[in-house]
């Protein structure tokens, strides 16, 4: 008598009543081991509830056996007059991660509504259980860029699989997730060549062309390896200009002055976030004096007769031009000789004898 009136006192909240049914078991019907018409049946159930699920789902998520718990099972179950199903109806004995992953799984069927619940879903990605992550990767999926302060704030202090999964959102929100770009910067330049470092810069190739300010910090960094992930950064997020990647790639590790002018182009460029230019001719036809001329000596840099910088930069002789006209001048006149060079037949020799 003792033992069942412990229990009775001791009874989980189990969520409030749905059509004679506690709401614990309708998100047990979402997990993906139920059965179709059970989980459409439980997503009317939770959406039926709203807001008001919300509470219970997010204790049921942060949900751990009190510690009285599995030692009194022990002991009850030694007892003749219980029976067993008595027990796992008070006690609950089923395994927490089914209790946890209901929670998430509540939370996903909600979709907007369950914004108040981002940080213990972000928290959740870090469960061992994958029936628990998973659940929280769909819940903070639908939820569009809302995610996105609480996971960059934890970036610092996230580790292992954790960390793995909140690079993994942040690629699934690609442009909506730029704001975190300076932060993943901060990582890959503290921790150069760790698996951390390398999931970061490829979380940062998929955030579109806001993210190119902080791929350009990469790629005038003074150490090597951190500007070649900052190149290959700048050749996914501005695949348009791939022929310039793959020339400043070759050309910027000589370490000479034509180097740093060709990093210091790169930043006038492309380095601040209120110009995001998508391409080289955007910046020269519709950006500043300062980074039109920068942009037309990186075209420079990359032309080669015939091939599609040539072709511009010979288009933009007619064109009238906020600034940059003598650099202009002087990419066309070395296009001119570099072609000259070329069509001249092998073998001569043109120094006068």
């Known amino acids: 008598m003792v033992v069942g009136l412990f229990l009775a006192f001791a009874q989980r909240d189990r969520g409030p009543m749905v059509d004679g049914r506690p709401l614990e078991d309708w998100v047990q019907d979402l997990l993906v081991t139920a059965e179709p018409a059970k989980r459409e049946a ?56 089914e209790i946890r992953a209901g929670g998430v799984a509540g939370l996903a069927a909600l979709g907007q509504a369950a914004t108040p619940a981002i940080p213990d879903l972000v928290t959740a990605l870090g469960d061992p259980e994958h029936l628990v992550y998973n659940n929280a990767l769909a819940a903070l999926q639908s939820m569009g860029s809302q995610p996105l302060s609480e996971i960059t704030n934890r970036l610092g202090q996230a580790e292992g699989d954790s960390l793995a999964r909140m690079y993994h959102l942040l690629r699934y929100m690609k442009h909506d997730a730029a704001p975190a770009a300076p932060a993943l910067l901060e990582i890959i330049r503290t921790k150069p060549g760790s698996n951390e470092a390398n ?30 992930v900052g190149f290959d950064a700048l050749s996914r997020l501005l695949p348009v200009e791939h022929l310039l990647w793959a020339e400043l790639k070759a050309t910027v590790q000589l370490g000479n002055d034509r180097e740093k002018e060709i990093l210091a182009a790169l930043e006038d460029v492309w380095g601040d976030p209120s110009e ?72 001569v020799n043109n120094i006068s004898e």
């Open 42 to 97: 439980a997503q009317a159930a939770v959406a039926g509830l709203g807001t008001n699920a919300v509470p219970w789902l997010r204790r049921a998520l942060r949900y751990t056996d009190p510690v009285w718990k599995r030692p009194l099972i022990s002991v009850v179950d030694s007892v003749p007059l219980l029976e067993r199903e008595d027990i796992q109806r008070w006690a609950n004995t089923y395994e927490l991660s």
């Open 199 to 228: 999931a970061a810069a490829a979380a940062l190739s998929s955030m579109g062309r806001r993210a190119v300010p902080s791929a350009v910090q990469l790629a005038v960094d003074d150490s090597y390896p951190i500007r070649v």
């Open 276 to 347: 995001p230019y998508p391409t080289l001719s955007a910046a020269i036809l519709r950006g500043t004096p300062r980074s039109c001329e920068a942009a037309i000596f990186l075209m420079s840099e990359a032309a080669r007769p015939g091939n599609p910088y040539a072709r511009k930069l010979q288009k933009l002789r007619d064109r009238p031009l906020k600034s940059g006209r003598e650099k202009l001048d002087a990419a066309l006149k070395k296009l001119e000789a570099a072609a000259s060079a070329s069509a001249q037949p092998a073998g």
